[in-house]
């Protein structure tokens, strides 16, 4: 049983049997993709307040010292992006900031918001304002929460990291896997283009990263929402000293994520924390989000490589690189998954209309 489940009445069921055939999984039996997609970015690390302490993690500041930003702020930075040509505003948290925050809430109240996803909503407003799409990710959420903002955002995301129960998730409050699943649940029931992924060297052992890839394999074959996996390994940085996972271990796993996920669902790996080039012959098909203007704020000692240096990634897989939106095309052309917010942002007649017609092809 998935630590958690029970507790959110998550009912997947990974049969042991899909475990082994996932475990003997090669790159040599997964077949490279044949273009490599990425996104244009601006990141908004909406605030660094988080309720958890894992151990991995260089984002989240301890109460006192976390930060959130202004809505001016946040206005800057979406209007920044959208000079620069982004699409997508990626919106990133903590995990729904505890009681412990007063800064936090009191700031927040006094802006006339009652939660974090009231002030989200705002902010989300403010991207599609200046022509960007909203991907927010902000760790688990009820469906009370998800549906507050769900129409204000192309897609959302958490990440599962694992169904292990690891010591990584160290604290008073720990990540619950049964949580995470009931979060990705929720967004398939809401109808929300979702993007999760695994996190590769936090103390999981193998049967792990097999679990969470079906236990997500399960979630899209109900749902039919995940866009996209993301094959992270976690890196040393100044809170921890976790070993980077060998290539030979990501070669392994992204192979895996492959073989287990269906073809419309996307494997990524993050191009500033990966040994890219030597996995993209195992089934990689996506980059992520790579910004222009901002830094990656989750794993601030990685910079984000230049566009060119993703045409060169790409290049030294012979396969083309190409542009896509925050929101995967087949979820645009199904009435069930957008909102009449973001397929009228998406198809305006104005300078954002445009921009995400080309790179739409249309
Ligand atoms: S990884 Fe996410 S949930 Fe864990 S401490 Fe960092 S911000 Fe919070």
Not at 162 to 191: F, M, S, W, Y
Not at 195 to 203: F, N, P, R, Y
Not at 317 to 344: M, Q
Request: glycine share 6%; proline share 6%.
């Amino acid at each position: 049983m998935i630590p958690g489940a029970e507790a959110y009445d998550v009912d997947v069921a990974v049969d042991e049997s899909r475990i082994d055939e996932l475990l003997a999984v090669t790159p040599d039996d997964v077949a490279p993709a044949d273009e490599l997609t990425f996104a244009k970015n601006v990141f908004v690390p909406l605030t660094t307040a988080c309720r958890y302490t894992c151990t991995y993690c260089t984002y989240f500041d301890a109460p006192g010292e976390a930060s959130l930003l202004s809505p001016e702020e946040v206005r800057d930075i979406v209007r920044r992006g959208a000079d620069a040509g982004c699409t997508e505003a990626l919106f990133t948290f903590g995990d729904d900031p505890d009681d412990r925050y007063t800064r936090i809430h009191d700031q927040l109240d006094s802006w006339g918001h009652d939660s974090i996803h009231s002030y989200l909503r705002e902010v989300c407003e403010l991207a599609l304002d200046v022509g960007l799409l909203p991907h927010s990710n902000p760790g688990d959420q009820t469906r009370e929460q998800m549906e507050r903002v769900a129409d204000v955002n192309a897609s959302m995301g958490v990440m599962l990291e694992t169904t292990a129960d690891v010591d990584a998730h160290a604290g008073r409050r720990v990540k619950n896997p049964g949580q995470r699943l009931n979060t990705i649940r929720t967004a398939g029931e809401l109808g929300v283009p979702f993007t999760t992924g695994i996190l590769v060297g936090i103390g999981e052992e193998w049967r792990d990263r097999a679990e969470s890839l079906l236990a997500i394999r399960e979630m899209h074959e109900r749902y039919g929402h995940v866009q996209e996996v993301i094959v992270q390994n976690v890196v040393p940085n100044e809170r921890s000293s976790f070993e980077r996972p060998s290539v030979e271990t990501m070669r392994r796993v992204v192979a895996m994520a492959r073989a287990c996920l269906p073809e419309e669902v996307s494997v990524q790996v993050p191009p500033n924390l990966s040994p890219t080039r030597e996995l993209l012959d195992c089934g990689v098909d996506d980059l992520g989000g790579v910004s222009p203007v901002t830094d990656d704020h989750i794993n601030p000692d990685y910079a984000w490589p230049a566009l060119q240096q993703l045409e060169d990634i790409a290049g030294s897989a012979g396969v083309p690189l190409r542009e896509r939106l925050p929101v995967y095309e087949r979820f645009l052309t199904d009435d069930r998954w957008v909102s009449e917010r973001i397929r009228a942002a998406v198809t305006a007649d104005d300078e954002a209309g445009a921009r995400y017609r080309e790179v739409r092809r249309e």
